[in-house]
């Protein structure tokens, strides 16, 4: 069955071309090779999207070995909507990384940072379609190695300590991670996770369960920057290159977030997470708080790309609040709401790359007249920016309509408050981005009409565009997060 | 022959029409902007017209246009009360586009592509508005509204209009995504629609405490109706060109406030409901109060637009009065209100931007024998005023009688003497200005006739006319409100 050969495609591709550009190392053919892996995952992605909505669940072991022993894939609805995230945007920003990152990085080095970027993108997507948790493992350690290296590539010299920020954080998150699983596979002899799920729930009084819970979470929550754990984010988001920022943004976290919904409302047993614990309650409390305040910290940044990396705090910390509802809508929200943050924020930090290339700045003060010389670029950001504060006609409003509903659902409509509430905060930096832009003129400089070139401009309006139409029509993307949830809780639609 | 369905789709493409033709065609032959416009709204007033006498025939098929997901539609439904917004917004913006060729161009504006682009789209989202079947489609266009207005607000680019563009987003995105928002949604959840009934969606089933709650949600959430405390974005908008005024004021922007509170009175809420929940009353306060207190701000500002912007705060209070008392009258009154207020309003404001076009005052002080030089423009200033009054022969006269009634109705006296005290000391703040315009003689004694341009003169004279107009015949207006009351 070839079609079930998908899945191993989607990591065996991008793990086959990464030594390739490893040896080839010459920038023009290594970019190709990213490109071609971008153009196989894309449609490889759809192919399993489309797999799975006929046949369901496609559970596919490695080499013919039977789960126990071999390693496992299985992709259902929820990771096959992540596994199209990640690969649509690593297609995008690798279109978008030779103009931007020719003014960036040596020509010399250009090669190794495909490589890694390649690798990154297997590790993410090994992630995301593994069914076992110490295969997650592997991958994270995957990917985060290669993002640090991405990360270095970054044309500031401070990007080697953020780099090197992020590597301590990572090792410990892993390490977390890892003690957790480690304690799992004493008490149930299996790292595969649907055995895991059949096992645990005879095992649930024990403490060792409650503390590899606890390590796995933490171990998670460092890596998808859930605040208190977020620190590493902000400068590695703004010292890596633009190019490498856009993906970033719309990938790493995201598949974080991912293995933690799966872990916590799967493999641990039914109302673990939310009933026998009760953890549920500080995701939720530490959701909400982080996405209001890291959101009242963005206003304060001079730096575009931090701004917006503070931003992404906060948009986990919506996120998280939905997981924290722990109800199907509330997972939906949050499924949701990842599909359309990565549409969004990488369509801004892209624009932001576009700001760089005609300004070499990423600073507030770049942005002084930009509303006139560079029209498109501005506006990418300002249609971004609206989304996040959740204007309709863009993704955010649905983002916000789903999140909304889900708690008052609940009748937390405190939780309503705040979440709107934070929608506020939200609009009061990007106001500070448009009042720059648009209104800060200086009158001594002709304005002369300066955009980004092409190849920066049509993969940023390619998400532009998506965040308009799917605030529009989320009747795909709603559906996909609803069935992903209904899937991971177990609920039959 | 167009089905009444479509033709609801129509009155929101219309201006968007204009502007790819202003895109296009402006481009080439920048003076045809404003004409562009003109022709449009007329197109846009014509198909509003068609919508009103498809109604005489039965009720108009709803239009489903998208279901962004599940259980929530974008879909358009024409009813009475939306066809007479839509109407009135329409016949209004004819007026003001020809309004804005003199103004615009004769006070030296710059960036006009800009402004009339922003303009249609506004005007296409109050359409949207008016038409909106059910409270999503309404908030989604209520937004947008608030979007497209603010470069308009923010036209001249200084530091004065950033800030007042920055209170006029903020409260108004604030009050709307921080409280209407959560309302809608709330409502949603509870009932599972959100659909414009007859009657109402929500009923007696819901806890009290709840309903009171939303109902508190909604009428201080749609900002746009500048409830007191919610109103300094309306004055802060006063740096605005005049034609900008006109619309915020008249045209479509408060009158979309205010209509959406009569709609959510009426079809999510239902009279009957809103009589039995004890907080419509202590709203209805608030609404006096609003209608007292600005009134006496009004008596205090010298600054004639800025009189006009607490003015209209006071007279937005009325309709959102009416709709708070609940009963028939009153909703007749608040709907006739938003009509003649609106004609009232922009005649009031058109004269404040002639006198600013021909004589660059903004002062009332300065305007002392101002009728002298500009009777054309201080006639029709005055009836405007009378409108604002509630006075014949002006069509103010029916709404406030209805507001009256329906004030008289409720037996609470507080608020009969809150909506006369008002009518009063509008007569107090803006009568004396046509007075003195006439009786003094002008400062510096100059009395040669220097009007402003004709095509201002041209809208002032169909405003005031309309004025009056709407007093003979009223009766379109009644029959709308009437069909939405009798069917309750």
Redo the contacts between chains.
């Keep these: 069955m070839l079609s079930l050969h998908l899945s191993a495609l989607q990591v065996v591709i991008p793990l086959l071309a990464a030594p390739l550009c490893a040896i080839i190392r010459i920038p023009g053919v290594t970019w190709l090779i990213a490109l071609a892996v971008g153009i196989a995952s894309s449609i490889n992605s759809i192919a399993i999207l489309l797999h799975i909505n006929r046949f369901g669940e496609i559970v596919y072991s490695l080499g013919g070995w039977a789960a126990p022993f071999g390693i496992e894939y299985r992709i259902d609805s929820a990771n096959a909507l992540i596994l199209l995230i990640i690969s649509f945007i690593y297609l995008l920003g690798i279109i978008y990384a030779p103009a931007s990152i020719k003014t960036e990085v040596p020509e010399k080095s250009q090669g190794w940072l495909y490589t890694a970027w390649i690798l990154c993108f297997t590790g993410l997507s090994g992630i995301t379609i593994s069914g076992d948790v110490f295969n997650v493992f592997v991958f994270l350690e995957v990917s985060s190695l290669s993002t640090y290296i991405l990360i270095s590539f970054g044309q500031d010299k401070r990007c080697l300590t953020a780099a090197f920020r992020y590597l301590v954080m990572g090792t410990i998150a892993a390490t977390f991670y890892l003690v957790g699983i480690g304690f799992l596979y004493s008490l149930t002899g299996t790292l595969n996770m649907a055995d895991l799920a059949q096992r645990l729930p005879d095992l649930i009084s024990q403490n060792t369960v409650a503390v590899a819970f606890g390590f796995v979470i933490v171990g998670l929550a460092i890596k998808m920057a859930l605040f208190p754990f977020h620190a590493w984010l902000p400068n590695a988001y703004a010292y890596a290159p633009n190019a490498v920022t856009a993906f970033l943004a719309g990938t790493a976290t995201k598949a974080a977030v991912y293995v933690f919904i799966r872990l916590t409302f799967e493999v641990f047993p039914e109302d673990y997470f939310s009933g026998f614990t009760s953890s549920h309650h500080i995701i939720l409390a530490v959701g909400i708080f982080s996405a209001v305040i890291t959101s009242a910290i963005a206003i304060f940044q001079d730096d575009l790309k931090r701004l917006f990396a503070w931003s992404s705090i906060g948009q986990i910390g919506y996120i998280a609040v939905g997981v924290g509802l722990a109800s199907t809508a509330g997972v939906a929200a949050s499924f949701l709401h990842l599909f359309n943050h990565s549409i969004m924020k990488t369509a801004i930090f892209m624009a932001i790359g576009g700001l760089f290339f005609v300004t070499g700045s990423t600073t507030t003060a770049a942005l002084k007249n930009a509303g006139r010389r560079m029209p498109w670029t501005m506006a990418a950001i300002l249609i971004g920016g609206?989304s996040l504060?959740?204007?309709?006609?863009t993704t955010g409003f649905?983002s916000?309509?789903?999140l909304?509903?889900a708690s008052?659902?609940q009748n937390f409509?405190w939780l309503?408050?705040l979440i709107?509430?934070g929608?506020?905060v939200t609009?009061a930096y990007v106001?500070k981005i448009v009042?720059i832009a648009y209104?800060r003129?200086d009158p001594n400089v002709k304005v002369v009409r300066q955009e980004a070139p092409l190849s920066l401009l049509i993969p940023t309006w390619i998400l532009v565009v998506a965040n308009i139409y799917f605030?529009?029509?989320?009747?795909f993307s709603?559906?996909m997060a609803t069935q992903a949830a209904n899937t991971i809780l177990g609920v039959s639609p | 022959m167009m089905s009444a369905s479509t033709i609801q789709l129509y009155c929101l493409v219309a201006p968007i029409v204009a502007v790819v033709l202003i895109v296009t065609v402006g481009r080439v032959f920048p003076i045809l902007y404003e004409t562009i416009n003109a022709s449009v709204a007329v197109i846009t007033f014509l198909l509003t017209l068609s919508l009103y006498s498809a109604l005489g025939e039965g009720t108009i098929e709803s239009m489903v246009l998208?279901?962004?997901?599940?259980g929530?539609s974008?879909a358009l439904q024409a009813e009475p009360l939306g066809i007479l917004f839509a109407m009135m917004a329409s016949f209004l913006w004819i007026i003001t586009s020809i309004y804005s060729f003199g103004y615009m161009r004769g006070h030296g504006e710059t960036n006009l592509a800009r402004f009339n682009i922003f303009f249609a789209i506004a005007i296409s989202s109050a359409m949207g508005i008016a038409l909106a079947a059910n409270g999503f489609t309404l908030?989604?266009f209520y937004?947008?509204l608030t979007?497209s207005t603010f470069p308009l607000v923010?036209h001249a680019?200084s530091?004065k209009?950033?800030r007042a563009g920055?209170i006029y987003?903020?409260l108004l995105?604030?009050t709307s995504?921080?409280m209407l928002?959560?309302a809608l949604?709330?409502t949603?959840?509870l009932t599972g629609t959100l659909d414009f009934r007859a009657g109402g969606i929500l009923d007696g089933d819901i806890s009290k405490t709840t309903l009171n709650i939303l109902l508190v949600l909604y009428v201080f959430g749609i900002g746009k109706a500048a409830l007191m405390p919610f109103h300094r974005w309306l004055p802060a908008a006063m740096v605005a060109p005049t034609p900008v005024s006109a619309l915020l004021h008249a045209v479509a922007v408060v009158k979309a406030g205010v209509f959406s509170i009569l709609k959510v009175s009426i079809y999510i809420f239902g009279i009957d409901l809103l009589q039995e929940l004890e907080v419509h009353r202590y709203l209805a306060y608030a609404a006096a109060f609003t209608i007292v207190a600005t009134a006496i701000i009004a008596l205090r500002k010298d600054n004639l637009k800025a009189r006009l912007a607490y003015s209209t705060i006071g007279q937005l209070s009325y309709i959102v009065l009416g709709a708070l008392v609940a009963n028939a009258a009153g909703i007749v009154g608040g709907g006739l209100h938003m009509l003649m207020h609106g004609f009232g309003k922009i005649t009031l404001f058109f004269g404040a931007g002639a006198i600013l076009v021909a004589t660059h005052k903004t002062e009332i002080s300065q305007m002392r024998g101002i009728g002298r030089r500009m009777p054309v423009t201080m006639i029709t200033f005055l009836i405007g005023s009378i409108v604002i009054v509630g006075a014949p022969p002006t069509g103010g006269m029916w709404s406030k009688w209805n507001l009256l009634l329906g004030a008289a109705n409720t037996t609470d006296w507080l608020l009969l003497a809150a909506l006369i005290v008002g009518s009063l000391l509008s007569a107090l703040y803006l009568l004396p200005i046509a007075v003195r315009a006439f009786y003094h003689s002008p400062d510096d004694g100059n009395e040669t006739i220097k009007e402003a341009p004709v095509s201002i003169l041209i809208a002032l004279i169909i405003s005031a006319a309309g004025c009056i107009i709407l007093f003979f015949a009223p009766d379109f207006a009644f029959d709308l409100m009437n069909m939405i009351t009798s069917s309750e």
């Design positions: 609206l504060i959740g204007v309709p006609f649905i916000k309509w789903y909304v509903s008052l659902e409509w309503a408050g709107l509430l929608s506020l609009a106001w009042e209104f003129k605030g529009v029509d989320a009747r709603g559906s | 998208f279901e962004p997901f599940a929530v974008i908030f989604l937004e947008v979007l923010t680019g530091d209009a950033r920055r987003l903020f995105l604030g995504v921080g928002l959560l949604i709330w949603w959840i």
